[in-house]
């Protein structure tokens, strides 16, 4: 594959694939800043709106369908594909064989800016957590910051930015699947099964992540010591690991550095140890760019957790209620369980299927003596891996639906227990996206008075 910068695209015939946000940005910035190149064709799974086909300026872009696209793209200089169309697509491989290019816009940004000043982000769980937080640090310590990629503004709207800001990239593994060209720091957080149908495995996703930490362009490798397929990533760059004594530590407690306390647990807003490694992680990366935090608590100060992560949304009818909705397998949900301790908690869990391996949560409720409450798709496997574990059958319970579920929770909470929404699944099969299954969640829960 051959690298291309934005600059390079005046006078290209253009095609894309998808739309969203990124396309969004991508469109604008192309119309504003190469005025010699035009979009050509789009393919769309699904007929676009009206927005999007104003966007692309149709019908001067030709509107296709998946299978026109390798006769309607064939002929297009570079294909920008939006990160929710999977580049290991039949159609994108045989246009790439044909020797055309197949990026992202993000791609874009990244080879034209270089990586210099730049940390890349990714992980299964914790991403988005760990990028606000080395945002706010970077701000912290006065120096200026931006936040991009998959939270804050698409990458390629930094081109409006004149200023030396560290930027904060948030990469999804859709998009590090055909990068290539790569942030001065790259940042791991940790591997768990998810995204297969999009990869086409495990391995194929697990590959894509962590081929971020081999691109061009990085110069140290941040990885985390605590998850062996992490932290035994090839690579070439420098690498630093956070996660044990010999740097950046979450520990009973509190946040060490070389084995030395620094803080205490509740210094940070957001709970469970999985939160501190978060923060761990991203000191560690400001470290390797030379942002030096001496006080990680005063730093904080003002520091707000991510909506839908671990998220108070109400204390009403005596409990407390916490949407997670971000949790969408069960090592996450595991550690929402751990971020409550000593309270009595009944969790909320179920949602797409993915062929997710219930067994370890069901062992974690039963251990912690959990009330569950399963709702579809797979929220009937979690009920019984609970109870199979040896949770009381009383204590696991299923619903039809999340208006239900919340019903039940307020009869089987005690009084002073955290109502928990973790699902351990994605939300398509009933919701747009985890946000929406979120919003829904805390509507219910604030629906009658404290």
């Not at 604008?28 to 979009?39: E, F, H, K, T, V």
């Not at 872009?61 to 309607?72: D, H, K, N, Q, T």
């Not at 859709?174 to 999009?198: M, S």
């Amino acid at each position: 594959m051959t690298s291309v910068r934005f600059s390079e695209l005046d006078g290209a015939a253009v095609g894309v694939w998808g739309a969203g946000r990124e396309i969004t940005s991508f469109a604008d910035q192309l119309a504003r800043r190469m005025p010699g190149a035009s979009i050509v064709a789009a393919v769309f799974d699904a007929p676009p709106d009206d927005g999007v086909r104003d966007l692309l300026r149709a019908p001067a872009a030709r509107i296709l369908g998946p299978e026109e696209a390798v006769s309607g793209l064939g002929g297009c200089d570079v294909i920008v594909r939006s990160p929710g169309v999977s580049s290991h697509r039949p159609e994108l491989s045989a246009l790439r064989d044909a020797g055309v290019t197949v990026t992202t816009a993000t791609g874009l940004w990244l080879c034209e800016h270089g990586g210099g000043g730049v940390i890349g982000v990714t992980g299964t769980k914790g991403k988005s957590t760990t990028a606000a937080l080395a945002c706010h640090l970077v701000r912290a310590a006065g120096r200026r910051a931006r936040l991009a990629g998959n939270i804050g503004a698409p990458a390629l709207d930094l081109f409006d930015d004149d200023d030396d800001a560290i930027v904060i990239l948030e990469l999804s593994s859709y998009q590090i699947a055909d990068l290539l060209c790569g942030p001065e720091v790259a940042l791991v957080t940790n591997l768990f099964r998810e995204h297969t149908e999009w990869h086409g495995s495990e391995d194929a996703y697990r590959a894509d992540k962590l081929r971020l930490l081999d691109l061009p362009g990085v110069r140290v490798a941040v990885v985390n010591g605590r998850d062996r397929r992490v932290a035994t990533a090839a690579t070439a760059a420098a690498r630093v690991e956070f996660g044990t004594d010999s740097g950046w530590n979450a520990t009973e407690a509190g946040l060490s550095r070389r084995g030395e306390l620094v803080m205490p647990p509740d210094a940070i807003v957001l709970p469970g140890e999985h939160n501190l490694l978060n923060l761990c992680a991203a000191l560690t990366a400001l470290g390797a760019l030379g942002v030096s935090i001496e006080d990680p608590a005063a730093a904080l100060e003002g520091f707000e957790a991510l909506p839908h992560r671990l998220q108070p949304v109400a204390d009403s009818g005596g409990l407390t209620w916490i949407d997670d909705s971000i949790s969408t397998t069960p090592e996450s949900a595991i550690a929402a369980l751990a971020s409550f301790p000593g309270r009595e908690l009944v969790l909320i869990g179920g949602g797409q299927d993915r062929g997710q391996d219930y067994a370890a949560l069901g062992r974690a409720l039963a251990e912690r003596g959990a009330r569950v409450i399963g709702v579809p798709s797979t929220g009937s496997r979690l009920i019984d891996c609970a109870v199979v574990a040896g949770l009381p059958p009383a204590s696991a319970l299923t619903a039809s639906d999340l208006p239900g579920a919340v019903e039940l929770a307020r009869e089987l909470a005690p009084i002073g227990a955290v109502v928990l929404l973790s699902p351990a699944a994605p939300s398509f099969d009933q919701y747009r996206d985890f946000e929406q299954r979120g919003e829904l969640f805390a509507a219910l829960a604030r629906s009658r008075p404290a």
